[in-house]
Protein backbone atom coordinates (compact mmCIF):
# COMPACT_ATOMS: atom_id res chain seq x y z
CA UNK A 1 0.00 0.00 0.00
CA UNK A 2 2.83 2.12 1.19
CA UNK A 3 4.48 1.80 -2.64
CA UNK A 4 1.15 2.66 -4.33
CA UNK A 5 0.80 5.77 -2.36
CA UNK A 6 4.05 6.67 -3.02
CA UNK A 7 3.69 6.08 -7.14
CA UNK A 8 0.36 8.37 -7.15
CA UNK A 9 2.29 11.26 -5.50
CA UNK A 10 4.82 10.78 -7.41
CA UNK A 11 2.36 10.94 -10.62
CA UNK A 12 0.65 14.05 -9.66
CA UNK A 13 3.58 16.29 -9.71
CA UNK A 14 3.73 15.46 -13.30
CA UNK A 15 0.58 17.26 -14.07
CA UNK A 16 1.79 20.47 -13.93
CA UNK A 17 4.72 20.51 -16.17
CA UNK A 18 5.55 24.00 -15.70
CA UNK A 19 4.05 26.87 -13.27
CA UNK A 20 4.56 30.37 -14.57
CA UNK A 21 8.08 32.14 -14.30
CA UNK A 22 8.18 34.95 -11.55
CA UNK A 23 8.32 38.54 -12.52
CA UNK A 24 9.53 39.36 -9.28
CA UNK A 25 13.03 40.22 -9.91
CA UNK A 26 11.61 42.10 -12.87
CA UNK A 27 9.49 44.46 -10.67
CA UNK A 28 12.64 44.75 -8.03
CA UNK A 29 14.79 45.79 -10.71
CA UNK A 30 12.30 48.33 -11.73
CA UNK A 31 11.36 49.57 -8.49
CA UNK A 32 15.30 50.28 -8.09
CA UNK A 33 15.88 52.33 -10.95
CA UNK A 34 13.04 54.73 -9.68
CA UNK A 35 15.60 55.98 -7.19
CA UNK A 36 17.57 56.97 -9.75
CA UNK A 37 18.78 60.67 -11.03
CA UNK A 38 16.16 60.55 -13.79
CA UNK A 39 13.58 62.30 -15.38
CA UNK A 40 10.08 62.60 -14.72
CA UNK A 41 8.94 61.22 -17.67
CA UNK A 42 11.28 57.74 -17.13
CA UNK A 43 9.87 57.28 -13.69
CA UNK A 44 6.57 57.76 -15.08
CA UNK A 45 7.16 55.61 -18.05
CA UNK A 46 9.13 53.16 -15.12
CA UNK A 47 5.97 52.92 -13.05
CA UNK A 48 3.30 52.41 -16.12
CA UNK A 49 5.67 49.74 -16.81
CA UNK A 50 5.40 47.97 -12.68
CA UNK A 51 1.52 48.21 -13.20
CA UNK A 52 1.63 46.66 -16.57
CA UNK A 53 3.71 43.39 -15.05
CA UNK A 54 1.87 43.77 -12.02
CA UNK A 55 -1.84 43.65 -14.24
CA UNK A 56 -0.53 40.93 -16.01
CA UNK A 57 0.12 38.71 -13.51
CA UNK A 58 -3.08 39.19 -11.89
CA UNK A 59 -5.14 37.86 -14.85
CA UNK A 60 -2.30 35.03 -15.31
CA UNK A 61 -2.78 34.34 -11.83
CA UNK A 62 -6.75 33.87 -11.77
CA UNK A 63 -6.79 32.08 -15.21
CA UNK A 64 -4.35 29.72 -13.27
CA UNK A 65 -6.06 29.53 -10.15
CA UNK A 66 -8.81 28.01 -11.95
CA UNK A 67 -6.64 25.90 -14.62
CA UNK A 68 -4.62 24.03 -11.64
CA UNK A 69 -7.95 23.49 -9.38
CA UNK A 70 -9.69 21.24 -11.93
CA UNK A 71 -6.73 19.54 -14.07
CA UNK A 72 -3.45 19.89 -11.87
CA UNK A 73 -4.41 16.73 -10.22
CA UNK A 74 -5.53 15.11 -13.01
CA UNK A 75 -4.41 12.13 -14.93
CA UNK A 76 -6.00 12.99 -18.13
CA UNK A 77 -4.50 16.36 -18.98
CA UNK A 78 -1.11 18.18 -18.40
CA UNK A 79 -0.45 21.76 -18.35
CA UNK A 80 1.77 24.19 -19.13
CA UNK A 81 2.08 28.15 -17.76
CA UNK A 82 3.85 30.84 -19.31
CA UNK A 83 5.54 29.16 -22.49
CA UNK A 84 7.63 31.50 -24.23
CA UNK A 85 9.46 30.00 -27.53
CA UNK A 86 11.44 31.51 -30.29
CA UNK A 87 11.12 30.50 -34.22
CA UNK A 88 12.07 31.11 -37.32
CA UNK A 89 12.59 34.96 -36.29
CA UNK A 90 9.16 35.29 -34.57
CA UNK A 91 8.24 34.96 -30.75
CA UNK A 92 5.10 33.56 -28.74
CA UNK A 93 4.61 34.21 -25.44
CA UNK A 94 1.80 31.78 -24.55
CA UNK A 95 -0.15 31.70 -21.18
CA UNK A 96 -1.42 29.14 -20.28
CA UNK A 97 -1.90 25.31 -22.88
CA UNK A 98 -3.73 22.68 -21.42
CA UNK A 99 -3.37 18.44 -23.47
CA UNK A 100 -5.36 16.06 -22.82
CA UNK A 101 -5.01 12.57 -23.76
CA UNK A 102 -6.27 12.79 -27.74
CA UNK A 103 -4.20 15.80 -28.23
CA UNK A 104 -7.12 18.32 -27.85
CA UNK A 105 -4.32 21.18 -27.34
CA UNK A 106 -6.13 24.50 -25.43
CA UNK A 107 -4.26 27.98 -26.02
CA UNK A 108 -5.29 30.02 -23.57
CA UNK A 109 -4.98 33.62 -23.44
CA UNK A 110 -4.94 35.51 -19.83
CA UNK A 111 -6.90 38.90 -20.31
CA UNK A 112 -6.94 41.64 -17.50
CA UNK A 113 -9.56 43.96 -18.14
CA UNK A 114 -9.94 45.16 -15.00
CA UNK A 115 -13.06 47.52 -16.15
CA UNK A 116 -14.60 45.08 -18.56
CA UNK A 117 -13.97 44.92 -22.53
CA UNK A 118 -16.29 45.45 -25.50
CA UNK A 119 -15.99 43.32 -28.89
CA UNK A 120 -17.69 45.28 -31.90
CA UNK A 121 -19.47 44.14 -34.52
CA UNK A 122 -16.45 44.32 -36.98
CA UNK A 123 -14.51 41.93 -33.81
CA UNK A 124 -12.38 44.77 -32.82
CA UNK A 125 -11.59 44.81 -29.13
CA UNK A 126 -11.79 48.09 -27.03
CA UNK A 127 -10.86 48.03 -23.23
CA UNK A 128 -12.97 50.50 -20.71
CA UNK A 129 -10.46 52.76 -19.35
CA UNK A 130 -11.07 56.12 -17.57
CA UNK A 131 -15.25 56.52 -19.13
CA UNK A 132 -14.30 55.65 -22.26
CA UNK A 133 -13.29 53.10 -24.60
CA UNK A 134 -9.41 52.32 -25.78
CA UNK A 135 -8.95 50.13 -29.16
CA UNK A 136 -6.56 47.52 -28.42
CA UNK A 137 -4.88 44.53 -30.23
CA UNK A 138 -7.18 41.67 -30.64
CA UNK A 139 -6.29 38.43 -28.47
CA UNK A 140 -8.17 36.16 -30.41
CA UNK A 141 -5.38 37.25 -33.31
CA UNK A 142 -2.98 37.20 -30.90
CA UNK A 143 -3.25 33.82 -30.22
CA UNK A 144 -4.00 32.47 -33.67
CA UNK A 145 -0.39 33.47 -34.20
CA UNK A 146 0.62 31.69 -31.36
CA UNK A 147 -1.17 28.58 -32.65
CA UNK A 148 0.49 29.14 -35.86
CA UNK A 149 3.74 29.58 -34.32
CA UNK A 150 3.75 26.54 -31.64
CA UNK A 151 2.40 24.37 -34.68
CA UNK A 152 5.36 25.26 -37.25
CA UNK A 153 7.66 24.32 -34.38
CA UNK A 154 5.83 20.76 -33.53
CA UNK A 155 6.23 20.12 -36.83
CA UNK A 156 9.70 21.02 -37.34
CA UNK A 157 10.83 19.07 -34.39
CA UNK A 158 8.87 16.05 -35.10
CA UNK A 159 7.49 16.21 -31.83
CA UNK A 160 4.09 14.60 -32.16
CA UNK A 161 4.25 10.74 -30.80
CA UNK A 162 3.29 8.27 -34.21
CA UNK A 163 0.39 5.71 -34.88
CA UNK A 164 1.33 3.47 -37.48
CA UNK A 165 4.59 5.89 -38.42
CA UNK A 166 2.05 8.43 -38.79
CA UNK A 167 2.08 11.81 -36.75
CA UNK A 168 -0.81 12.37 -34.62
CA UNK A 169 -3.05 14.90 -35.56
CA UNK A 170 -3.20 17.11 -32.64
CA UNK A 171 -6.26 19.91 -32.61
CA UNK A 172 -5.88 23.46 -31.08
CA UNK A 173 -8.59 25.11 -29.64
CA UNK A 174 -8.47 29.20 -29.44
CA UNK A 175 -9.82 30.40 -25.75
CA UNK A 176 -9.27 33.97 -24.28
CA UNK A 177 -9.79 34.24 -20.64
CA UNK A 178 -11.40 37.13 -18.85
CA UNK A 179 -11.38 37.96 -15.13
CA UNK A 180 -14.45 36.52 -13.84
CA UNK A 181 -15.13 40.27 -12.80
CA UNK A 182 -15.35 42.02 -15.69
CA UNK A 183 -17.82 42.75 -17.92
CA UNK A 184 -18.01 41.95 -21.86
CA UNK A 185 -19.59 42.91 -24.05
CA UNK A 186 -20.43 41.34 -27.32
CA UNK A 187 -22.34 41.52 -30.72
CA UNK A 188 -24.93 39.05 -31.91
CA UNK A 189 -23.24 35.86 -32.25
CA UNK A 190 -24.90 35.58 -35.52
CA UNK A 191 -22.92 38.95 -36.79
CA UNK A 192 -19.27 37.85 -35.28
CA UNK A 193 -18.76 34.82 -32.76
CA UNK A 194 -17.23 35.56 -29.92
CA UNK A 195 -17.75 32.42 -27.88
CA UNK A 196 -13.72 31.84 -27.49
CA UNK A 197 -13.80 34.44 -24.90
CA UNK A 198 -14.57 33.20 -21.85
CA UNK A 199 -14.44 34.35 -18.50
CA UNK A 200 -11.69 31.96 -16.02
CA UNK A 201 -13.99 30.45 -14.03
CA UNK A 202 -16.18 28.50 -17.11
CA UNK A 203 -13.63 27.25 -18.77
CA UNK A 204 -14.21 23.52 -17.10
CA UNK A 205 -17.68 24.11 -18.23
CA UNK A 206 -16.47 25.05 -22.00
CA UNK A 207 -14.54 22.20 -21.88
CA UNK A 208 -16.92 19.99 -20.82
CA UNK A 209 -19.49 21.07 -23.68
CA UNK A 210 -16.62 20.58 -26.17
CA UNK A 211 -16.52 16.93 -25.50
CA UNK A 212 -19.92 16.50 -25.14
CA UNK A 213 -20.88 18.03 -28.64
CA UNK A 214 -18.73 15.72 -30.48
CA UNK A 215 -20.11 13.87 -33.09
CA UNK A 216 -19.79 10.26 -33.69
CA UNK A 217 -17.33 10.38 -36.67
CA UNK A 218 -14.92 12.41 -34.43
CA UNK A 219 -15.73 10.36 -31.66
CA UNK A 220 -13.77 7.47 -33.88
CA UNK A 221 -10.88 9.34 -34.87
CA UNK A 222 -10.71 10.65 -31.09
CA UNK A 223 -10.30 6.89 -29.73
CA UNK A 224 -8.08 6.01 -32.64
CA UNK A 225 -5.57 8.70 -31.45
CA UNK A 226 -6.13 8.20 -27.95
CA UNK A 227 -3.13 8.31 -26.05
CA UNK A 228 -1.66 7.34 -22.03
CA UNK A 229 -0.57 9.52 -19.54
CA UNK A 230 3.27 9.38 -20.41
CA UNK A 231 2.94 10.31 -24.05
CA UNK A 232 1.21 13.39 -23.13
CA UNK A 233 3.58 14.13 -20.45
CA UNK A 234 6.67 13.13 -22.59
CA UNK A 235 5.51 15.51 -25.04
CA UNK A 236 4.59 18.27 -22.57
CA UNK A 237 8.36 18.03 -21.47
CA UNK A 238 9.82 18.53 -24.88
CA UNK A 239 7.67 21.39 -25.72
CA UNK A 240 8.57 22.92 -22.40
CA UNK A 241 12.64 22.24 -23.39
CA UNK A 242 12.01 25.20 -26.00
CA UNK A 243 11.07 27.59 -23.41
CA UNK A 244 12.96 30.95 -23.82
CA UNK A 245 12.83 33.20 -20.85
CA UNK A 246 12.73 36.39 -21.46
CA UNK A 247 15.73 38.82 -20.56
CA UNK A 248 15.21 42.91 -21.00
CA UNK A 249 17.48 45.38 -20.12
CA UNK A 250 15.56 47.70 -18.66
CA UNK A 251 18.36 50.17 -18.32
CA UNK A 252 18.13 50.46 -21.97
CA UNK A 253 14.78 50.21 -22.09
CA UNK A 254 13.83 53.66 -20.73
CA UNK A 255 17.67 55.18 -21.64
CA UNK A 256 18.90 55.21 -18.10
CA UNK A 257 22.74 55.68 -18.56
CA UNK A 258 24.55 53.08 -16.10
CA UNK A 259 26.47 56.01 -14.32
CA UNK A 260 23.42 56.58 -12.30
CA UNK A 261 23.53 54.13 -9.52
CA UNK A 262 20.97 53.27 -7.65
CA UNK A 263 19.99 54.70 -3.91
CA UNK A 264 19.40 51.78 -2.13
CA UNK A 265 18.35 54.35 1.06
CA UNK A 266 15.45 55.39 -1.25
CA UNK A 267 14.23 51.84 -2.52
CA UNK A 268 10.88 50.86 -0.75
CA UNK A 269 11.30 47.22 0.42
CA UNK A 270 7.97 46.51 1.90
CA UNK A 271 7.19 43.03 2.43
CA UNK A 272 3.01 42.12 1.46
CA UNK A 273 1.73 40.02 4.38
CA UNK A 274 0.97 36.23 3.22
CA UNK A 275 -1.36 33.65 4.00
CA UNK A 276 -0.73 29.64 4.65
CA UNK A 277 -2.65 27.06 4.24
CA UNK A 278 -4.61 26.14 7.50
CA UNK A 279 -4.12 22.54 6.62
CA UNK A 280 -0.44 21.97 5.04
CA UNK A 281 0.89 24.86 6.00
CA UNK A 282 1.94 25.97 2.75
CA UNK A 283 2.12 29.78 1.52
CA UNK A 284 -0.84 30.06 -1.10
CA UNK A 285 -2.27 32.90 -3.02
CA UNK A 286 -4.94 35.83 -2.29
CA UNK A 287 -6.62 34.09 -5.15
CA UNK A 288 -7.06 30.99 -3.18
CA UNK A 289 -7.52 32.56 0.26
CA UNK A 290 -10.26 35.08 -0.82
CA UNK A 291 -12.32 31.79 -2.73
CA UNK A 292 -12.32 29.92 0.56
CA UNK A 293 -13.75 33.28 2.62
CA UNK A 294 -16.11 33.48 0.00
CA UNK A 295 -16.98 30.16 0.75
CA UNK A 296 -17.29 30.44 4.45
CA UNK A 297 -20.62 27.49 5.06
CA UNK A 298 -17.94 24.89 3.33
CA UNK A 299 -14.38 26.47 4.46
CA UNK A 300 -15.64 27.46 7.81
CA UNK A 301 -14.08 30.76 7.72
CA UNK A 302 -10.44 29.56 6.93
CA UNK A 303 -8.00 29.52 4.32
CA UNK A 304 -6.53 26.12 2.21
CA UNK A 305 -4.61 26.06 -0.93
CA UNK A 306 -6.26 24.32 -4.12
CA UNK A 307 -5.24 21.05 -3.49
CA UNK A 308 -6.34 20.45 -0.03
CA UNK A 309 -9.80 22.71 -0.84
CA UNK A 310 -10.98 19.09 -2.31
CA UNK A 311 -9.81 17.32 0.09
CA UNK A 312 -12.13 19.52 3.40
Not at 198 to 204: E, G, H, V, Y
Not at 296 to 310: D, L
Amino acid sequence: MRAVRANTTLLRTNMIIKERDSRAKDIAELTELLSCNITNRQKFLIEQEINSIKKGESGEDDSAYYINFYYGDSDRWIVIHDLRIEFNGKVAQIDHILINRLFDIYILESKNYRYGIRITTNGEFEAYYKRQYIGIPSPIEQNRRHIALLSELIKKYDLLPRRLSIPIKPRFLNYILISPKSIIKRPSSKIFDTSSVIKADTLRSVINDNADNTNGIDALSSVAKLSSFSTIEKFGRKLVGFHRPSKINWRNKFGIDEKYNINHNNVNNHTKRGYFCARCKARISDKEAKFCWNNKTRFKGKAFCYKCQKQV
